[in-house]
């Protein structure tokens, strides 16, 4: 075995030996071969790893260049609102009692509530004067932390008198407006993050924060009504709709999901808490949520953590407000509530049905989902006996011509022009600054891709198929904000106010449109076959020409504004508080004007019969009471009402008392209309009759015997008239 095993080996050295005799150039040659392709395959290697690491260093500085110019344009704006505030008013260089003035109507009310927490001898003290208030509605107490949206104000009060050296580098009231200005600043950031998460390029968003500056005039209003609800409130649905858009799309790293989720609960909760009007925005939110989940377009999972973060929200803003009856009373719940029961329903629905029975069970849907909410909405104000918001349903009812518009409260929302339909110059400054064109073209060109989308998935037989194959498939964000941006607009063109909901996603979907891959790609397709990169190269070409004729177009203009130097002068009303602080007792109740009477709370910190926070029914009714004053009525009879509330004073204005008459809205106008009168210069209508008592304000004027005996006239200038109310007539 042996011998046969070293014969083997010998006869395979022999053929190798004799192999390598006869063809030793072949095998050389074979041999530098194997070495060069082992050269080659490392050399492609090292090539692939640079390329790799290329990529990564073009990734991190594009991304970082992104993040930069993000923080340019949040700081531009926020530079800008401050420096327009500041010309405007001349707000560093006048008295406080004239910035408190420039809080004008509710902003005044509510900025008195963070002044009372600031010089309160201690944080309990003053919080339990909020839980205990005697003031804001003489001679009711009320708890105005569970009645009005104000924990902004108790936070920030909070922070500035315990965080040391704050009250060394901030005066209260710059503490206040910079945290405003700042809240602005990440609204800002968080349009330039959506519109570079659903486009793909930060030049978008850089397009989409250059939109909403020069479009100022039309989607904030923040540098004149610093206080408002919304300028606290609507950074944080901005941010919330920034972690949906990012939320709605596929993620893979478990924690961005759980950061994303964490951003929408937290972001939610802060818009609910800030914001009265929070339910009226997150049903709109709850409308588009239920358009794509019945579409399909969106993911169930996903649609039901956003329904489950609203009513979390919601019960907990409930909660720290004392259990405010008017949240759990409200559609929003009702509504998520019913939602979630059809998306239940919808697990268990045939799929292999035909097409027009698939299309009469969507409509079926929405019948259902709408009678399950007024069911459950009916059900609950029963229950709890809550018809605080009924003026709002027949203020809808009105302005659509569905009833009559002699109530009071109708008239007083009616007449307001904050809730008028949206004017056509809205549109022509939108148009001039490049927004609403790019706009309207975009998301009419979406809304027909919602429905084509609609259309596959209607086709399908498979559920798994019908979420993962249609054309929102790898964009579901896009589909979401086409729908969201629809309500938006709806409630903008009914009323103007809520234009500041739909300018800011015209903003987003306009630089979208300019700059989204699949719609270069479509274009150029027409003319070639386009490559990515000259598909990007383009659309990032395009982004930057729009940028620059904005620039040309809209920046002049800006750096006018910045330029113009203006001041605050109000000497009359100054003048008043200056008279009420030094002539009055600190316990002295008024009534007046709802918004001159926040004025008087703030800077003077008298009690107030009335205010401009208008959503509790019983002070509606109590203000229209107080109102009389500018009513056709006699003198004991404002008297009486007078003394019913415990009035010591009365402020009556000349603007409102002897306003021209403007199609049946000045104010004593409303009251003669509610009380079945013909109001000055009126025509004759069915159900008014005309009265011969003389107009209140009017005539105490000229001092007559019948209104000396109840009331005495103890300040006048130019623009206010004060006026003693008689404990008993002489």
């Given at each position: 075995m042996r011998t046969g095993d070293n014969q083997s080996s010998m006869r395979h050295r022999k053929k190798y030996k004799l192999h390598s005799s006869q063809d030793l150039s072949s095998v050389g040659q074979q041999l530098h071969r194997h070495e060069y392709e082992s050269e080659s395959d490392s050399t492609s290697c090292s090539r692939d790893e640079a390329n790799v690491a290329q990529g990564f260093l073009f990734w991190w500085i594009k991304n970082i260049t992104g993040v930069i110019f993000m923080l340019i344009c949040g700081c531009c704006h926020g530079y800008f609102v401050r420096t327009k505030h500041e010309n405007t008013l001349w707000f560093s260089s006048i008295e406080e009692v004239e910035r408190e003035i420039s809080f004008r109507t509710e902003s005044g009310l509510y900025y008195s509530y963070y002044k009372q927490?600031?010089?309160?001898?201690?944080?309990?003290?003053?919080?339990?004067?909020?839980?205990?208030?005697?003031?804001?509605?003489?001679?009711?107490?009320i708890n105005v932390l569970a009645r009005m949206n104000i924990y902004q104000e108790v936070f920030l009060a909070v922070i500035y008198?315990?965080?040391?050296?704050?009250?060394?580098?901030?005066?209260?009231?710059?503490?206040?407006?910079?945290?405003?200005?700042?809240?602005?600043?990440?609204?800002?950031?968080?349009?330039?993050?959506?519109?570079?998460?659903?486009?793909?390029?930060?030049?978008?968003?850089?397009?989409?924060?250059m939109f909403y500056i020069f479009n100022k005039a039309d989607t904030t209003r923040v540098e004149s009504y610093i206080p408002l609800r919304e300028s606290f409130s609507l950074p944080f649905l901005w941010i919330q709709l920034a972690a949906v858009t990012v939320y709605f799309r596929e993620i893979k790293s478990q924690k961005l999901q759980f950061i994303t989720k964490n951003v929408i609960?937290?972001?939610?909760?802060?818009?609910?808490?800030?914001?009265?009007?929070?339910?009226?925005?997150?049903?709109?939110?709850?409308?588009?949520?239920?358009?794509?989940?019945?579409?399909?377009?969106?993911?169930?999972?996903?649609?039901?953590?956003?329904?489950?973060?609203?009513?979390?929200?919601?019960?907990?803003?409930?909660?720290?407000?004392?259990?405010?009856?008017?949240?759990?009373?409200?559609?929003?719940?009702?509504?998520?509530?019913?939602?979630?029961?059809?998306?239940?329903?919808?697990?268990?629905?045939?799929?292999?049905?035909?097409?027009?029975?698939?299309?009469?069970?969507?409509?079926?849907?929405?019948?259902?989902?709408?009678?399950?909410?007024?069911?459950?909405?009916?059900?609950?104000?029963?229950?709890?006996?809550?018809?605080?918001?009924?003026?709002?349903?027949?203020?809808v009812l009105s302005k659509f011509g569905f009833k009559s518009s002699r109530d009071?409260?109708?008239?007083?929302?009616?007449?307001?022009?904050?809730?008028?339909?949206?004017?056509?110059?809205?549109?022509?400054?939108?148009?001039?600054?490049?927004?609403?064109?790019?706009?309207?073209?975009?998301?009419?060109?979406?809304?027909?891709?919602?429905?084509?989308?609609?259309?596959?998935?209607?086709?399908?037989?498979?559920?798994?198929?019908?979420?993962?194959?249609?054309?929102?498939?790898?964009?579901?964000?896009?589909?979401?904000?086409?729908?969201?941006?629809?309500?938006?607009?709806?409630?903008?063109?009914?009323?103007?106010?809520?234009?500041?909901?739909?300018?800011?996603?015209?903003?987003v979907l306009a630089s979208v449109g300019l700059s989204n891959y699949q719609s270069c790609y479509w274009v150029l397709s027409r003319v070639f076959s386009p490559s990515r990169k000259v598909c990007d190269i383009l659309r990032n070409v395009a982004v930057i020409l729009a940028s620059?004729?904005?620039?040309?177009?809209?920046?002049?203009?800006?750096?006018?504004?910045?330029?113009?130097?203006?001041?605050?002068?109000?000497?009359?009303?100054?003048?008043?508080?200056?008279?009420?602080?030094?002539?009055?007792?600190?316990?002295?109740?008024?009534?007046?004007?709802?918004?001159?009477?926040?004025g008087v709370k703030l800077c003077t910190g008298r009690p107030i019969t009335n205010h401009p926070h208008y959503e509790d029914k019983h002070l509606r009714q109590k203000t229209k009471e107080l109102y009389q004053i500018y009513g056709r009525r006699l003198p004991e009879e404002v008297h009486t009402i007078l003394r019913k509330y415990s009035s010591d004073y009365i402020i009556l204005e000349d603007s409102i008392c002897l306003a021209p008459t403007k199609d049946g809205c000045r104010l004593p106008d409303l009251i003669d209309i509610d009380r079945g009168e013909i109001p000055d210069f009126g025509s004759e209508e069915e159900g008014l009759t005309r009265s011969?008592?003389?107009?209140?304000?009017?005539?105490?004027?000229?001092?007559?015997?019948?209104?000396?005996?109840?009331?005495?006239?103890?300040?006048?200038?130019?623009?206010?008239?004060?006026?003693k109310v008689l404990q008993s007539h002489i």
């Open positions: 927490l600031v010089g309160s001898p201690s944080i309990f003290e003053g919080i339990h004067s909020l839980t205990h208030d005697n003031i804001t509605e003489h001679p009711d107490n008198r315990t965080l040391p050296g704050l009250q060394n580098l901030f005066q209260p009231v710059y503490f206040y407006i910079n945290t405003v200005f700042a809240l602005h600043i990440l609204l800002v950031i968080a349009l330039y993050t959506m519109a570079w998460i659903m486009s793909g390029t930060w030049l978008a968003g850089a397009l989409t924060a609960l937290c972001s939610t909760f802060l818009f609910a808490v800030t914001w009265q009007f929070n339910q009226f925005a997150l049903l709109l939110q709850s409308f588009s949520l239920f358009g794509v989940q019945l579409l399909r377009l969106v993911n169930h999972q996903k649609i039901l953590f956003i329904y489950i973060a609203q009513g979390v929200s919601m019960l907990a803003v409930c909660t720290i407000q004392f259990f405010n009856p008017m949240i759990l009373s409200g559609l929003l719940l009702s509504f998520i509530v019913s939602c979630i029961i059809v998306m239940w329903i919808q697990k268990y629905e045939m799929l292999d049905c035909c097409l027009s029975w698939k299309i009469l069970r969507l409509f079926f849907y929405i019948l259902l989902v709408f009678f399950l909410a007024l069911v459950f909405n009916r059900s609950i104000k029963f229950l709890i006996q809550q018809e605080a918001d009924e003026h709002i349903n027949r203020f009071f409260d109708v008239r007083l929302y009616l007449c307001n022009g904050a809730f008028e339909f949206i004017t056509f110059d809205v549109f022509e400054r939108l148009t001039a600054n490049l927004v609403f064109p790019l706009y309207a073209i975009t998301h009419v060109v979406l809304l027909i891709l919602v429905c084509v989308a609609t259309l596959q998935n209607l086709r399908r037989r498979s559920l798994s198929e019908a979420e993962c194959t249609h054309i929102f498939s790898d964009c579901p964000e896009l589909a979401y904000h086409a729908v969201q941006t629809v309500f938006f607009g709806a409630v903008a063109v009914i009323a103007i106010r809520m234009k500041y909901f739909w300018t800011p996603c015209m903003c620059i004729a904005l620039l040309f177009k809209a920046l002049p203009g800006i750096m006018t504004e910045l330029q113009t130097l203006l001041e605050f002068y109000d000497p009359d009303t100054v003048e008043l508080m200056e008279w009420i602080k030094s002539d009055t007792s600190v316990n002295a109740s008024f009534t007046g004007s709802m918004q001159l009477l926040a011969k008592i003389p107009r209140f304000c009017h005539q105490i004027r000229y001092g007559e015997k019948e209104y000396s005996k109840y009331f005495m006239l103890v300040f006048e200038n130019k623009t206010f008239r004060v006026y």
